[in-house]
């Protein structure tokens, strides 16, 4: 079965620059665009980014442009997300979704999602 | 940025009745808008896509419409498990946005 499961949250400075991780299985991981959706506490679903199934193909929301970076490698099935420059804004519940060209692209499989919290 | 617009903020609503979520973005997306719903701790759960399609394993309560800017979630009867948050997202180009949610608690 498809699993997605994120992690490399935690407590953040502000400032700093931590990298969000999700390991993908049950699924051919190459053949599919991947995104990263974030929450903050509280709030509702905020798209942050899109990479294409082989990476070459990069998009982000206006609030992390410049600061954010989506990546992955389909030789061992992950999905990155390098975060720099945290603010305390971007506090959030991440998630990583899987997108299916079947369903219109909509997001067919979630993560569990991984809590970042930016505190000094 | 197309924005997306969702009314009510919350519906409150008696388990058995009709619930009829709006969806309105500010600029035609076609018919290239989901619907996901989201319980307290889970992560969200597609349930709509393309309009007026429903995922593999949605229950035949839930149903889509619209096309343009204009979209309706309607769940014919509620279940107590329906009692949760419900987001609409558009898709276009290689941007996406979501609404900001509709809550259905119980009355």
């Known amino acids: 079965q498809v699993q997605l499961v994120e992690s490399g949250g935690g407590v953040v400075q502000p400032g700093r620059s931590p990298r969000l991780s999700c390991a993908a299985s049950?699924?051919?991981?190459?053949?599919?665009?991947m995104h990263w959706v974030r929450q903050a506490p509280g709030k509702g679903l905020e798209w942050v980014a899109i990479?294409?199934?082989?990476?070459?193909?990069?998009y982000y929301a206006d609030s992390v442009k410049g600061r954010f970076t989506i990546s992955r490698d389909n030789s061992e099935n992950t999905l990155y997300l390098q975060m720099n420059s945290l603010r305390a804004e971007d506090t959030a519940v991440y998630y990583c979704?899987?997108?299916?060209?079947?369903?219109?692209?909509?997001?067919?499989?979630w993560g569990q999602g991984t809590l970042v919290t930016v505190s000094s | 940025e197309i924005v997306l617009t969702q009314s009510p903020a919350t519906l409150s609503l008696s388990p058995g009745e009709r619930a009829t979520l709006s969806c309105r973005a500010s600029q035609s997306v076609s018919s290239f808008l989901g619907w996901y719903q989201q319980k307290p701790g889970q992560a969200p759960r597609l349930l709509i896509y393309?309009?007026?399609n429903r995922a593999t394993g949605v229950p035949a309560r839930f149903s889509g419409s619209g096309s343009g800017t204009d979209f309706t979630l309607t769940i014919s009867s509620l279940e107590p498990e329906d009692f949760a948050v419900y987001y609409c997202q558009q898709r276009s180009g290689w941007s996406r946005t979501f609404g900001q949610g509709t809550k259905v608690e119980i009355k």
């Open positions: 979704a899987k997108e299916e060209d079947s369903y219109g692209f909509a997001f067919d499989y």
């Open positions: 049950g699924f051919s991981f190459s053949n599919y665009g």
């Open positions: 990479i294409s199934y082989d990476g070459s193909d990069k």
């Open positions: 393309d309009a007026s």
